[in-house]
């Protein structure tokens, strides 16, 4: 299978679930095939971790000990050992044995993440950099395919930890979502209606396209994507341009050009092509580094957002032919 066919089997298997987001849903097809992760921003009910369900059940070949999909509701009082584990005392045997965690799972979801203090939500930085966990000093890796998609929402701010600009940059994408058009809200309402459970979305034909090894072969696919010097040197500008705009604070790291070298490389995949184009890079910049690009209090107070800066900086920056 190539990474292109994965495209359509898999948006085609969770339109009878999923209703316009299409769009959204490729950037977590993206990042599946990347090894990266998304934070997704909207208001309560657009669907953001029915996305992710949605995304696991696409995943075949889960065993006893690696689930396909988790939850972790992030609250004020979650603690680091709620989301990785903890050694539990064995009376039978006078011993401790390690109780793995939520975050062993193939795809988790971490529920409002900026709910949690800064303890709990630095426990995400080492699995999410470097796919493994540390409890007790003793290593643990995570499973070869993971991805963490966590939730936040941009309108009730009481109670919150804003996710600080180290952890933002651990996020391949950050995803926007908004509330349908009057005819997706009617989808939703027909779906619901004829009977869809979130718990069970195989009824609706949402059962798996990949197993495990599939995955691995597709990130292999795309990781074999070639990539032009003249691309590569345009790709990096448009980071370092994102720390000079005069609007911003801070820009995009060298993470960033990391993104957008290795997202661009599955726009290019998907579309068929062994080679990225400068309209891969351009497509796929503004969930790359919108939360990268972060604004002067005085620019936000204006009205300017990170998705005005980087379209101004796609705009300036030469293309190279």
């Known amino acids: 299978m190539s990474p292109a066919e994965f ?26 095939l990347v090894g990266g992760n ?12 029915l996305m992710a369900r949605s995304l696991a059940a696409l995943l075949g070949g889960a065993s006893d000990s690696v689930q396909r999909f988790q939850r972790i509701q992030f609250t004020p009082d979650l603690m680091p050992s709620d989301i990785l584990g903890t050694s539990v005392f064995q ?24 709910r949690a203090p800064a303890k709990t939500q630095s426990a995400l930085l080492e699995a999410m950099e470097e796919h ?27 109670g919150t930890y804003p996710l600080p600009e180290a952890q933002l940059d651990r996020f391949l994408f950050k995803v926007l979502l908004e509330h349908g058009s009057a005819e997706a809200e009617r989808g939703v309402v027909q779906r619901h209606h004829a009977g869809l459970q979130v718990m069970d979305l195989a009824a609706f034909g949402l059962t798996p396209v990949v197993d495990v090894e599939e995955v691995l072969n597709l990130r292999s696919q795309v990781q074999q994507v070639k990539v032009d010097e003249s691309v590569a040197d345009y790709l990096v500008a448009i980071g370092r341009a994102s720390r000079t705009m005069p609007e911003v604070q801070y820009g995009a790291s060298v993470r960033g050009a990391l993104g957008l070298l290795n997202a661009s490389k599955c726009v290019a995949a998907f579309a068929g092509r062994d080679y990225v184009t400068p309209d891969d890079v351009k497509a796929i910049a503004a969930p790359v580094l919108r939360h990268r690009v972060i604004l002067k209090p005085e620019s936000e107070l204006d009205g300017v957002r990170p998705d005005d800066v980087i379209q101004r900086i796609l705009a300036a920056t030469p293309v190279p032919r």
């Open 7 to 32: 495209e359509s089997a898999a948006l085609e298997r969770t339109r009878g679930v999923l209703v316009e987001l299409d769009e959204p849903f490729r950037l977590l097809l993206m990042a599946l």
């Open 38 to 49: 998304v934070l997704i921003e909207g208001v309560p009910g657009t669907a953001k971790t």
């Open 91 to 114: 009376m039978q045997t006078a011993k401790f044995t390690f109780r793995a965690g939520p975050i062993f799972a193939n795809v988790v979801v971490a529920d409002e993440v900026n």
């Open 132 to 158: 493994q966990v540390t409890v007790e000093g003793q290593r643990m890796p995570l499973p070869p395919v993971f991805l963490v998609v966590a939730t936040q929402n941009p309108v009730e701010f009481e």
